[in-house]
């Protein structure tokens, strides 16, 4: 059974850091398999955005919005996708789901158009940011 367990959401003033995680278990998150991995957003009464993702080509992407506040990577020792999020704004705060499809590539791609129905999600760790 494949299974994504989101942490380290919580509460942070504008302007601080937060760092996210992911762990996946029940697939293989190595430099041989077939991935993409990333973080969505949802506000109330918001569609589920991209955030940033990954593919196990190494290719990364971000939201506009994030470029150059969040950083992605991943633990292939211990399967955990980790986004650390700097200099965060009250337009940051929401549910923030991880989602993976396993599928290769086109991370930029699938940040856009948004996981298919093939893919798995975590539960969600929610992120509010206060000014």
């Known amino acids: 059974e494949v299974r994504l367990v989101e942490s380290g959401g919580g509460s942070v003033q504008d302007g601080g850091s937060l760092i996210l995680s992911c762990e996946v278990s029940?697939?293989?998150?190595?430099?041989?398999?077939?991935?993409?991995l990333g973080w969505f957003r949802q506000g109330p009464r918001e569609v589920r955005e991209g955030v940033a993702a990954?593919?196990?080509?190494?290719?990364?992407a971000y939201a506009r919005s994030v470029k150059d506040r969040f950083d992605l990577s991943v633990d292939f020792t211990k399967s955990v996708l980790t986004m650390h999020m700097h200099n965060v704004t009250t337009e940051d705060s929401g549910m923030y789901y991880c989602?993976?499809?396993?599928?290769?590539?086109?991370?930029?791609?699938?940040?856009?158009?948004?996981?298919?129905?093939?893919?798995?999600w975590g539960q969600g760790t929610q992120v509010s940011v206060s000014s």
């Open positions: 989602a993976l499809d396993p599928v290769g590539g086109f991370a930029r791609e699938w940040l856009i158009i948004r996981p298919g129905p093939d893919a798995y």
């Open positions: 029940g697939y293989p998150i190595t430099i041989k398999s077939n991935y993409r």
């Open positions: 990954i593919d196990n080509l190494g290719n990364t």
